[in-house]
């Protein structure tokens, strides 16, 4: 299947660290996705990134893709805590267009 | 700024019966979604739809399952019958276009629990 995986599952720092989720997924992509989830609500849209790009920033946001290792990683600087929330990666496929996610990293971060 | 809205934010309901879901997509969006996420664990496709029809569904939409664009703006998911393991959040999301590497812009989600 396409899913995407996160890793770590779960991150815990300090206020002010910088952290680091992956993403890894199965198949050819048209583009990926970063998701924030706070606890128990909706997705919030944090950033895309297409298959022909390598790396793209957003405010305090991070993101790289490796199509050849089929992976991508979120980076967020400077943390808060109000980034405390899980964070998902979705994919397209090459056909059809419903996102396949993954399974998330939970971020913790310590005031 | 435009979102996706969903009503109502949660739902308690007994097996067996009928729940439809409610979402306004973004207004000038022609694609619609619906995913669920049972708690824990990871947010999966439902169904999309497009042109008043369904466009693509997963095996987890089946017959118990349905979808209806009643009107201009509203976007519905209908639970003919549920059961315990129905009980999950429901995301709507539109997008403005198919797969022209387009965002899709979730709503806040109905936290069902059949009892």
């Known amino acids: 299947s396409q899913q995407g995986e996160e890793d770590p599952q779960a991150l815990s720092i300090q206020e002010g660290e910088n952290a680091t989720m992956n993403c890894s997924y199965k198949?050819?992509?048209?583009?990926l996705q970063w998701y924030r989830q706070n606890s128990g609500r909706g997705l919030v849209h944090l950033i895309l990134?297409?298959?022909?790009?390598r790396e793209k920033h957003s405010g305090r946001l991070r993101v790289t893709l490796d199509t050849s290792k089929k992976s991508s990683s979120l980076l967020i600087t400077a943390s808060r805590a109000a980034d405390t929330a899980s964070y998902f990666c979705?994919?397209?496929?090459?056909?059809?267009?419903?996102?396949?996610f993954g399974t998330g990293t939970s971020l913790t971060v310590i005031p | 700024e435009p979102e996706v809205t969903q009503t109502p934010s949660h739902q308690v309901t007994q097996m067996g019966q009928e729940v439809i879901l409610r979402c306004v997509p973004i207004?000038?969006?022609?694609?619609f979604y619906w995913y669920r996420q049972i708690l824990g664990q990871k947010v999966e496709f439902l169904v999309s739809?497009?042109?008043?029809?369904?466009?693509?569904k997963s095996e987890i939409f089946d017959d118990q399952f349905s979808v209806e664009r009643p009107d201009g703006s509203n976007f519905t998911l209908k639970i003919r019958s549920t059961k315990l393991e129905d009980s999950a959040m429901y995301f709507c999301?539109?997008?403005?276009?198919?797969?022209?590497?387009?965002?899709?812009?979730f709503g806040p989600g109905t936290r069902l629990l059949v009892l």
């Open positions: 999301a539109s997008s403005r276009n198919r797969r022209d590497q387009e965002t899709q812009y």
């Open positions: 198949t050819s992509i048209n583009n």
């Open positions: 990134i297409r298959s022909n790009e």
């Open positions: 979705a994919t397209d496929a090459n056909t059809g267009n419903q996102f396949y």
């Open positions: 207004s000038n969006h022609l694609y």
């Open positions: 739809f497009y042109n008043n029809e369904i466009s693509e």
